[in-house]
């Protein structure tokens, strides 16, 4: 199906502050690289945007200037930049230039914590970002936010902007990824990212003394959607609303969950690069080829019959890990292997490290970003851990599926959504899953699915069906779709 307004495409433009392949530290890139791919192919005028960081250039070729020294002086406090471009198939992503805020190692910290500048950062990609589609004469439909990086867009819209007519019929979508990320900066940053005075109160951009970004995003966007059901529902409550739940419920009406969708072009198995053998349901056995290179990659000392648990994550509160630290010993006796990725918090980093000095050949951690590893994870491992304290929809449940190897996660937001218990239902389930984030129940949750691994057959009965399940984007764009023409009223 084409999707039109009328005769002309629907234009839709993406500004996200991560897009993979270019640059990432987590699901947003996921999502911003592959949801734009999904609504070209379903006949959108779709284009990115996003900053010029280090990575970008570092993962890049034939990536080229289009134009140069763009300013505009109704944006306040504004810097010349130039705009990049980048074309894959026929799908154009553009760059905001500015060497001083995005030609850095990281996106947005360092293990010592955030980018003093951040606020100055985001604030002016934001504006650039709005500088840049007049530049290129890009009049979208809707400019679809995502996160607090970009969540000043709509405030400028509607002030610094609305005097220009060719913003006047842009509609906003700010999607919620992480509702825990607020961009929350001291009340002195606002002339310098020019937020109106009048709008330093609670019922607008203050919260609790600070300015937070993400207030922006929530309270003038036209619309409002998050990445699972499950998420959309929970951030209404004080347990999951981070603070926010009141605004939330305030635009109740204009908030929509929309799952998100994998991109199968780069997270199967049977396609997939970075594995040593590439396998399927029909042909699962090389699976077992991809456990044995996982187990020599990372250096473990297990046997290729003992089950195989993989972690993936940012090393954040939010996903749960001080519960793995407490039950990783009882796992390791149950007899098995545990490889971790992850890189962030300090703290959680350094509990890691030490178990894997507690527990050597049995326990593998490995502190950085690694994608290549993490698909030898997915690929190689027979389980997947994700005991996430809340999860606004997680891909890693999804990509797991795929490639056989077994979700075990806690009950929330969206691993709620796509995991059934084996247990509650023998036919649909697809994992594991425990309800309270306690370590005893997550222990419970480990436990029956090493027992349920020593049924060989039975284990793989249970691959073979859940490589099968499909989580592509093609429904979740439709439902993007859908939601961009109601927001432009068509
Ligand atoms: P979040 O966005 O909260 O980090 P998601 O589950 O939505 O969590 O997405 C995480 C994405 O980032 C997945 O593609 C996962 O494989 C990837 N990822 C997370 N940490 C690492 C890491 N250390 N190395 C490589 N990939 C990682």
Redesign the pocket.
């Known amino acids: 199906m084409i999707f039109k307004i009328g005769d002309k495409k629907l234009k839709v433009l993406i500004v996200a502050s991560e897009v993979a392949p270019y640059a ?8 911003c690289g592959a949801l734009p791919k999904a609504l070209l192919k379903k006949g959108c005028d779709v284009r990115v945007i996003m900053p010029l960081y280090k990575e970008v250039l570092h993962n890049t070729r034939n990536i080229k200037k289009i134009q140069a020294d763009i300013y505009r002086s109704d944006l306040g406090h504004f810097e010349k930049f130039d705009l990049y471009s980048h074309e894959e198939g026929d799908l154009t992503t553009y760059f905001i230039d500015n060497k001083k805020f995005f030609d850095r190692d990281e996106l947005y910290c360092t293990s010592e914590g955030d980018y003093e500048d951040n606020a100055q950062r985001f604030a002016f990609f934001s504006k650039a970002s709005l500088a840049a589609v007049k530049a290129i004469g890009f009049k979208c439909d809707i400019m679809h936010l995502n996160d607090w990086q970009t969540a000043l867009i709509p405030m400028y819209l509607k002030n610094h902007l609305k005097n220009d007519s060719f913003y006047n019929e842009i509609k906003t979508l700010f999607t919620i ?2 509702l825990a990320y607020h961009g929350q900066f001291p009340k002195e940053i606002l002339k310098e990212v020019d937020i109106p005075r009048h709008l330093f109160n609670m019922h607008d951009m203050e919260f609790y003394g600070k300015v937070n970004f993400l207030k922006s995003g929530l309270l003038y966007s036209d619309h409002l959607s998050t990445v699972s059901k499950g998420y959309a529902k929970e951030i209404l409550t004080e347990e999951y609303g981070c603070g926010l739940a009141g605004v939330l419920n305030l635009r109740r009406d204009v908030l929509r969950g929309i799952t ?1 969708g994998v991109d199968y072009l780069q997270w199967d198995p049977s396609t997939d690069i970075y594995l040593k053998e590439n396998f399927s349901a029909e042909h699962l056995h090389e699976k077992i080829i991809c456990k044995k290179d996982l187990i020599d990659v990372v250096g473990l000392n297990i046997d290729i019959n003992q089950p195989l648990f993989g972690i ?3 090393l ?1 509160w ?2 749960g890990l001080d519960m793995f630290d407490d039950i990783c010993e009882n796992i390791l006796r149950m007899g098995a292997g545990i490889v971790v ?3 962030g918090e300090k703290e959680i980093e350094d509990k890691l490290e030490q178990l894997e000095s507690a527990f050597p050949g049995q326990i593998s951690v ?1 502190i ?4 290549a ?2 698909h030898k994870i ?1 690929g190689g491992s027979d389980f997947f851990l ?1 005991p996430s304290r809340y ?7 999804m ?1 797991s599926l795929r490639y056989g190897t077994v979700p075990v996660v806690r009950a929330t937001g969206g691993l709620d959504d796509v995991i059934v218990d084996i247990k509650e239902n023998p036919e649909k389930g697809n994992g594991f899953k425990f309800g309270p984030a306690e370590k005893e129940a997550f222990l419970e949750a480990v436990t029956r699915a090493i027992n349920f691994y020593k049924d060989k057959i039975k284990f793989t009965r249970l691959q073979e069906k859940i490589m099968k399940e499909d989580y592509s984007w093609d429904m979740s764009a439709d439902r993007y779709i859908g939601l961009y023409k109601d927001i432009c009223g068509k």
Do not use: S, W
Not at 24 to 31: C, F, N, S
Not at 368 to 371: A, E, G, L, V, W
Not at 391 to 397: A, D, I, K, R, V
């Open positions: 990432k530290t987590g699901g947003l890139a996921d999502v990824h992480n998100n993936i994550t940012r954040a939010q996903k990725l992850g890189k490995n950085k970003f690694d994608n590893l993490a997915e994700m999860e606004p929809c997680g891909l890693n449940q990509y």
